[in-house]
Structure formats: C-alpha cells, structure tokens
T-cell receptor
Framework: KNQVEQSPQSLIILEGKNCTLQ??????????LRWYKQDTGRGPVSLTI?????NTKSNGRYTATLDADTKQSSLHITASQLSDSASYIC????????????FGTGTRLTVIP | NAGVTQTPKFRILKIGQSMTLQCTQD?????MYWYRQDPGMGLKLIYY???????DKGEVPNGYNVSRSTTEDFPLRLELAAPSQTSVYFC??????????????FGPGTRLLVL
C-alpha cells in the first residue's frame, strides 16, 4: 500500500535553533518527492521537489535530503525563525497523473522566542 | 497574477443543504484539483480535471460533483450536505500532471461546517 509517514507529529523549538523533520514512504513506483509549507489558515506552498537522482536540494534555510534506496527524506531547517511556524507536508508522486500523489499528515512546527 | 482564489472563506451549512465552492485560477493551468483536509489527516483528492470539459474522480468523490466549463474555473458542488463533509477544502492547479512543471498551487481554502 502506498503510504507517506511523517515524524514527529509536532515539534517545538527555540528561535535560532535547527531542526530536522522526517518523511518515510512506501510509494512505488517513485517519481518525485516534494515538501510543502502550510501556514495556519492558508494553502500549502511548495518548498522543494526532488527526483530519484537528487539527494540534496536547498531553498534558503531549508535543505531537503532524499535516500531513494531506503525511501526516506528529511527537511532540515537552519537558524529557525518565528515565521517558520507552520505545518510541513511531505508529498510523494507515484506515476505521472493527477491521481498519483500521496500526502503525509504533516509535522506541526512551532518556533518560540 | 492572483493565483488560485476560492470563495467563500467560511460557510456554515445545515444538514441537507447544498452549496457550491468556487475556485478560479489565472495561471492558464490545465490541471485543477479539489482536496479536503481533515484534522490530523493528509489531504485527500476529491475530484480533478486535466482540462476544460474533462473531470475525473479522486479518492473521496462521494457526495460531491464538479464541472470544468472553462480553463479558469473549477467549482465543487455539495449536494445534501452531511456532517461528515465538515472539513477544509482546498482547490489547486498545476500546468501538468507530472514532470518538472507539476508544482501545484493551492488556494487559501474554504472552511465548511455542517451542522
């Protein structure tokens, strides 16, 4: 069964600290993996997309890694800011097609001053 | 560009009532989607469209209908609202259904409460 699991469910960190969010998936075949940021009361916004051949991709203070062999991805946030408080959703695409996206339940990150 | 817009932002319905959630995108995207997001759950695909005049069911289509008469608009119709349809509904669009141009752009969501 195609599944995407994220951990932890929630995380609280102090402003300025780093953190890492995890995503494990069983989706097969695999096309790509995307991390989204969802602010409270807003729609998700894409942070990064990684294909099978990519193992690291950065977007500012966000760095995503992918190990396609173990089917694991992580999102590392460096020097966290209050504005990083949001839910982070891992999305894995199986085959091409609108009906082949698998969403994780997200990690709720709270950054406190 | 306004991106993806949704109306209304919030609505309360009584059981058995009907309503249409509106979604418009101005990016000339071919693909449009409707998702629902329940607390603690991942987004679930309700319906999608790959172009004007073409729609197809997603994972949870029961109780909903859609139409796609233009590239820009993709309304979601709820008939005979039920408490189980209480959720946050997101409309999204993308240029394609896969590959490097498949990034989905989401609207701000419609929060629906059925009592």
């Amino acid at each position: 069964k195609n599944q995407v699991e994220q951990s932890p469910q929630s995380l609280i960190i102090l402003e300025g600290k780093n953190c890492t969010l995890q995503c494990n998936y069983t989706v097969s075949p695999f096309s790509n993996l995307r991390w989204y940021k969802q602010d409270t009361g807003r729609g998700p916004v894409s942070l990064t997309i990684m294909t099978f051949s990519e193992n690291t991709k950065s977007n500012g203070r966000y760095t995503a890694t992918l190990d396609a062999d173990t089917k694991q991805s992580s999102l590392h946030i460096t020097a966290s800011q209050l504005s990083d408080s949001a839910s982070y959703i891992c999305v894995v695409r199986g085959q091409t097609g609108a009906n082949n996206l698998f969403f994780g339940t997200g990690t709720r990150l709270t950054v406190i001053p | 560009n306004a991106g993806v817009t949704q109306t209304p932002k919030f609505r309360i319905l009584k059981i058995g009532q009907s309503m249409t959630l509106q979604c418009t995108q101005d990016m000339n995207h071919n693909y449009m989607y409707w998702y629902r997001q329940d607390p603690g759950m991942g987004l679930k695909l309700i319906y999608y469209s790959v172009g004007a005049g073409i729609t197809d069911k997603g994972e949870v289509p029961n109780g909903y209908n859609v139409s796609r008469s233009t590239t820009e608009d993709f309304p979601l119709r709820l008939e005979l609202a039920a408490p189980s349809q209480t959720s946050v509904y997101f409309c999204a669009s993308s240029y394609s259904g896969g590959g490097t141009r498949e990034t989905q752009y989401f609207g701000p969501g419609t929060r629906l409460l059925v009592l």
